[in-house]
């Protein structure tokens, strides 16, 4: 069968073959890979196998590595290209003063990303804004009794509110000895007690007391982690357990300044440039994918938020519950006994086991549902 499939198609990336009980994916040899590989995957959910044949027939008709084939900002030839992204700014106005964009810009995202990537000018103006922030302001932006007020789930982005896997977690899908060390390790959630979990999702918004500094980060990374409090929400007064706070400030991205007689294209510049709302917003869906897995292996979530910090700077951050814990450095790992070791060595091979189907296990019908919502939304606006 595979050889009359190769024959009608010697091209063909892959071939999936199945009865509904059972899914076999054959790749032929490749100019990188000269072995053949299979897969043989044993189920007794006939949709499985259809929603793998499903994403298999999207992913080959979709331009590769992407769902929805839009202009490139970077690449684009025609100059006067508008793409929907990044606030709307007229690049045939002049330059502004760099005092105006250091008193107005505050994160990546108040900057034009389209207009960056076709203005030298501009992009320069960027780096130098960079360099100011990150020279006026320190990186650790909270410290102990500082109050912090937040806007509840709000993220500084537009996103659909139905973003979720299709299909909902199967236990059943993890290993025994997986699924029984879960249970084992599980936790009630900090905020149980008392409602307050409740009472958060439920908010518009609430403050946070900082306790202390958990992490200052590296000079090439822009978070910073908290433990902190909850000490009223909605304006009532309430007193939480020690929670984590995580807070993303894209201000302190590590990226090469370029020179002013830098020959480099422009857009490269910007390759690794990120926008902290996003880099944020992804941590959160990830930790969505994980909820059956929190309280045990990963920490309880309680969400991204919008905070504003007591100078007036706002900031996107994450909400979890604050684990006491221990650093793995080897001089650490070295004091302890070789049964513990063992135990953590176990502990953290089942906690990426779970994590890994969690996340894996829910993929398939996430993309396909990405691909026709966004399928859906540009047709309605080609027919507005």
């Known amino acids: 069968m595979l050889s009359k499939c190769l024959q009608y198609n010697p091209g063909v990336s892959s071939i999936i073959v ?21 897969r043989k995957i044993l189920t007794t959910q006939p949709i499985l196998a259809l929603r793998v044949i499903s994403a298999a027939y999207l ?3 979709l331009p590769r590595g992407i769902y929805i084939h839009t202009p490139h900002p970077d690449f684009e030839i025609d100059p006067n290209l508008i793409l929907p992204e990044g606030p709307p700014l007229d690049p045939n106005q002049p330059l502004p003063a760099d005092e105006k964009i250091f008193a107005t810009h505050h994160r990546h995202s108040d900057f034009d990303h389209v207009t960056l990537v076709r203005d030298r000018a501009r992009a320069l103006q960027f780096f130098r804004w960079k360099e100011q922030a990150q020279r006026r302001y320190s990186k650790v932006v909270a410290h102990a009794n500082d109050t912090l007020t937040a806007s509840t789930n709000e993220v500084g982005l537009i996103f659909p509110p139905d973003v979720h896997p299709l299909y909902p977690f199967d236990a059943s899908e993890l290993p025994p000895d997986t ?20 009472l958060l999702e439920q908010s518009k918004s609430f403050t946070l007391k900082v306790q202390n500094i958990v992490d200052e980060g590296t000079p090439r990374t822009m978070c910073t982690v908290y433990r ?42 910007f390759d690794a440039r990120l926008i902290a709302e996003m880099y944020a917003l992804n941590e959160a869906f990830a930790y969505e994918k994980l909820r059956p897995a929190q309280g045990s292996v990963v920490p309880w979530f309680y969400g991204a938020h919008q905070f504003t910090l007591p100078d007036g700077m706002v900031l996107y951050g994450l909400l979890m519950e604050y684990i006491e814990g221990f650093p793995l450095e080897p001089e650490f790992a070295r004091t302890l006994s070789v049964k513990r070791q063992i135990d953590m060595i176990h502990s953290c ?13 829910n993929a398939i019908g996430t ?18």
């Not at 879960?182 to 959630?189: D, G, K």
Request: net charge negative.
């Open 179 to 198: 699924t029984n060390h879960l249970i084992s390790i599980q936790r009630e959630s900090p905020l149980t007690r008392g409602g307050l979990d409740r």
């Open 18 to 38: 199945t009865n509904f009980q059972d899914i076999a994916i054959f790749s032929p040899p490749t100019q990188t890979r000269q072995e053949a590989i299979y």
């Open 59 to 61: 992913l080959g008709v």
């Open 228 to 269: 902190c409090q909850i000490t009223s929400i909605d304006d009532t007064p309430v007193l939480s357990p020690s929670l984590c706070l995580k807070l993303f400030d894209d201000r302190f991205q590590d990226l090469p300044i370029p020179d002013e007689g830098d020959e480099l294209d422009v857009p490269r510049w």
């Open 349 to 361: 091979r089942q906690a990426a086991r779970s994590s890994t189907s969690l996340i894996l296990g």
């Open 367 to 384: 993309t396909v549902k990405s691909f026709f919502t966004q399928t859906q939304k540009r047709s309605s606006t080609m027919l507005c």
